[in-house]
């Protein structure tokens, strides 16, 4: 009895947890005040990103898109002529012959550089000094400057070149790399393809090292040959590196200007001009600001165009061989 009597009475239990003083960290204001320090700090983190691109990209834009809407001359005030210079892109012949110019360069030179980017990556895939020398070797005329190799090359493949003053030792006549019309033309991709596939054989090269060794080893031992890994097993794989440096050939391309200027400067009779140099070469140093900047505006337009349709395009081939 004295042992039941001495038993304290246990207050009752309930399910519901006390209620947090105000101020405690889990109450509903506070983790507002959390949630609202994180967004102000993550803002305050992308404001100088934000700013600068606005400031560098945003603006510019907004500001080529009025100007293409006018006559402005760079100097004058400019006067609003609304889409006159658009249409002026579809009327003037030589407009037109720079745009399949530079489409005629922008495909061939990519479709160029991204297969002879991809048999040399193939080719020295394996670690080794030679390899690395020979990536380097592919590398360096990226590095120099492209009005430097277009000078380079018009000394070697122009009319009292190197080439064609060998030939007339030999007897054979001048051949026109830069003075026949098509001829140039091809010159001009070749080149371009020479000067650039070395970014691709690095992109490829790096692409190559993450391709598992097992899979490789596995279809040896089935019998397969070197070509059938290659287009089985290694090229599916690194098909996203693929598209980004199509798009990235297309992107580079499509604006192509400096080695225009120093190998043919626009020539023979414009039949290399690109977009990018009719609109650095003529429209500006003529002071048609505003035709110029609508070129230029319809040029970013195909770029984007262009960028998001070949990306398009890999991703539905990449669905279609998943499926």
């Known amino acids: 009895m004295v042992g039941l009597a001495a038993l304290k009475v246990s207050p009752a239990r309930t399910d519901d947890p006390p209620a947090p003083a ?10 507002r005040r959390r949630r609202w320090r994180g967004g102000a700090l993550s803002l305050g983190m ?21 100007l293409s809407l006018t006559d402005w001359n760079g100097f004058s005030d400019a006067t609003f ?24 360069v922008a495909a061939f030179g990519s479709v160029g550089m991204l297969g002879l980017g991809l048999a040399y990556a193939l080719q020295l895939k394996e670690r080794s000094r ?18 430097i190799l277009g000078f380079l090359w018009s000394a070697i493949l122009g009319t009292n070149g190197a080439i064609n003053t060998t030939l007339e030792r030999f007897g ?63 090229i599916p794989m690194i098909s996203p590196v693929v598209t980004v440096a199509m798009v990235l050939n297309l992107v580079g391309l499509i604006k192509v200007y400096d080695i225009v200027v120093s190998l043919t400067d626009g020539g023979p009779a414009g039949s290399t001009e690109t977009i990018a140099y009719v609109i650095l070469s003529r429209s ?7 035709f110029a900047t609508a070129q230029a505006v319809a040029l970013m337009v195909v770029s984007a165009v262009l ?17």
């Not at 500006?284 to 505003?290: K, N, P, Y």
């Open 284 to 290: 500006f140093a003529s002071t048609d600001v505003g």
């Open 46 to 66: 992308l404001a100088p990103a934000v700013l600068v691109y606005t400031v560098m990209t945003i603006v510019p834009v907004v500001v080529a898109l009025y």
């Open 22 to 31: 105000p101020g405690h960290p889990g109450t509903a204001a506070a983790v």
């Open 130 to 147: 030679t390899n690395s020398f020979f990536r380097a070797l592919a590398y360096y005329p990226h590095v120099i400057s492209a009005l």
């Open 307 to 323: 960028s998001v349709l070949v990306a398009a395009l890999r991703n539905r081939q990449d669905q279609a061989a998943a499926n």
């Open 81 to 104: 002529i609304g889409t006159e210079n658009y249409l002026r892109l579809f009327e003037d012949p030589g407009i037109s012959r720079a745009w399949l110019v530079t489409f005629v």
């Open 172 to 234: 054979v006549g001048p051949v026109g790399f830069l003075f026949d019309e098509t001829l140039a033309v091809i010159t001009l991709v070749g080149v371009i393809v020479w000067a650039g596939f070395g970014f691709n054989v690095v992109l490829f090269v790096a692409a190559l090292q993450t391709v598992p060794h097992e899979l490789i080893e596995a279809a040896q031992i089935d019998g397969a040959s070197r070509r059938q890994i290659n287009r089985r097993i290694v």
